[in-house]
């Protein structure tokens, strides 16, 4: 059983995708090309953005937001203590500091209440100022950004959106990387929309950010590629990566159309089991992981064993909650409250997830947990 069926979505799309290789490799443009730019179109008319730059990962992604909108020393950025390492990892590197903020124990997504008191905090301890906040679109569903552009406009700070796991998802319709002054995603294999290799995008509606964020991809450039203008990074997307996301996009909305409703069967089947993910009121999530909730650690590695010893893949997101990294060990702190990540890594698993999963696979994955918690 696979955690996320990539050769059978393949399998699945065989003939388009790999004609779209084919066209490239015919053509000998690897870098740039028409590709990319089509890409670039349809990911923004899809998301609802006047701008999508494309880059080299969802980590560059975030950090070339980071660099557009100037945030640097002295700067606090604010994000979710349960997330992958790299929302955090891009603060230090423009010479900001990350404050870490608890998140909901129903959504897994951002608290605002956290977020507030977090902000209150710093702005009472006069040694940083409240620049930004990074949310994270968490397991596919997006944050609650009604109450968060709330706090981030009485605070006077800027919004990113870390769409790397929600690209896909909606709030009212309104689709995921279309929420913040600046949006990112992540095109990871594994992500709902991803491509075979590494890849990512930043999405807004600002002219002057999207002409800073083109410069700065491509080493500082200014009319061309040999006119530095500024100190810049090298994140390109492949153009073959472009060609094969682009046929991927056209069958998106179908697979996160079974995704919901496999999440679905597995929260029918395991909703008086164990804790299930709960989606919040007007949104659709595109269901990058299925995330159950156990008692403790150790009944957690009671299922995850007997799911082993079945030969069901399952994954821990998050272990470690990220104040407690030792990366950021060193770095200027701001103490806050993440109780609820901290138990959260303590008891969540993540379930086999994909399109092409099976009924009777989703029967079995529950029946598996159900006997190991009996």
């Known amino acids: 059983m696979e955690f996320r069926d990539l050769k059978m979505q393949y399998l699945q799309n065989k003939g388009a995708i790999d004609e779209a290789i084919r066209k490239v490799m015919?053509?000998?443009c690897f870098i740039g090309g028409e590709p990319?730019?089509?890409l670039e179109e349809q990911l923004a008319e899809y998301v609802g953005t006047k701008h999508c730059i494309t880059c080299a990962n969802g980590t560059d992604a975030l950090q070339l937001a980071l660099m557009a909108m100037g945030i640097g020393s002295e700067d606090?950025?604010?994000?979710?203590?349960?997330?992958?390492?790299?929302?955090?990892e891009v603060v230090p590197w423009v010479h900001a500091t990350?404050?870490?903020v608890d998140i909901s124990d129903e959504t897994f997504n951002i608290s605002a209440t956290s977020l507030e008191k977090a902000i209150q905090k710093v702005l009472q301890e006069g040694k940083l100022i409240p620049k930004a906040v990074i949310a994270v679109d968490l397991?596919?569903?997006p944050a609650d950004y009604t109450e968060i552009r709330k706090i981030t406009e009485k605070y006077h700070m800027l919004l990113i959106e870390d769409g790397a796991q929600g690209f896909g998802g909606n709030i009212a319709n309104q689709k995921a990387c279309?929420?913040?002054?600046i949006a990112t995603t992540s095109f990871f294999?594994?992500?709902?929309?991803g491509c075979y290799g590494d890849g990512g995008a930043v999405f807004t509606n600002n002219d002057e950010w999207a002409e800073l964020i083109r410069s700065y991809k491509v080493h500082g450039k200014g009319s061309d590629k040999y006119d530095n203008i500024r100190i810049g990074m090298n994140s390109r997307l492949d153009t073959i990566q472009a060609a094969v996301l682009s046929e991927k996009l056209h069958f998106l909305n179908k697979e996160i159309e079974s995704c919901n409703h496999v999440a679905q069967m597995y929260s029918n089947c395991l909703k008086s089991v164990v804790k299930i993910p709960q989606i919040a009121g007007g949104m659709e999530s595109s269901w990058a992981q299925y995330t159950i909730c156990l008692k403790d650690e150790q009944e957690r590695e009671v299922v995850v064993d007997r799911l082993r010893k079945a030969g069901i893949p399952s994954n821990i997101y998050y272990k470690k909650p990220m104040h407690l990294q030792k990366a950021f060990s060193e770095i200027i702190k701001v103490e806050t409250d993440c109780s609820v990540t901290e138990k959260v890594c303590q008891v969540c698993l993540s379930l086999p997830m994909h399109a092409c999963l099976k009924e009777k696979e989703i029967m079995f994955i529950s029946e598996c947990i159900g006997e190991a918690l009996s």
């Open 76 to 88: 606090a950025v604010f994000i979710p203590d349960f997330t992958f390492f790299s929302t955090g």
């Open 26 to 28: 015919l053509s000998g």
């Open 98 to 100: 990350p404050v870490f």
């Open 139 to 141: 397991f596919g569903q």
């Open 178 to 181: 279309s929420f913040g002054d």
């Open 189 to 193: 294999p594994a992500k709902p929309l």
């Open 36 to 38: 990319v730019a089509l």
